[in-house]
């Protein structure tokens, strides 16, 4: 990947302010999306993550393998 800046979006293409980004090797280590959404992953760059926000259903994603620099996140019914 070649930006570390990642941009948390719902499928409405919208950003998703304050969504967490939990290190699952060092879960006190957690950072959280800036007004628009945006994360950057670079001291993240080999482990997995975990993205959570209220209202949402959390992922893992693996940092070394994404494709993207947008992860998208479903909303609760």
Do not use: C, H
């Amino acid at each position: 990947m070649e930006s570390w800046n990642i941009q948390v979006l719902n499928n409405s293409e919208m950003p998703i302010k304050n969504v967490q980004v939990i290190n699952l090797r060092k879960q006190a280590d957690t950072i959280i999306s800036d007004v628009d959404g945006t994360v950057n992953l670079y001291e993240y760059r080999e482990n997995l993550v975990v993205f959570q926000a209220g209202g949402y259903i959390p992922d893992t994603i693996n940092v070394v393998k994404m494709k993207s620099r947008k992860v998208y996140l479903n909303e609760l019914k």
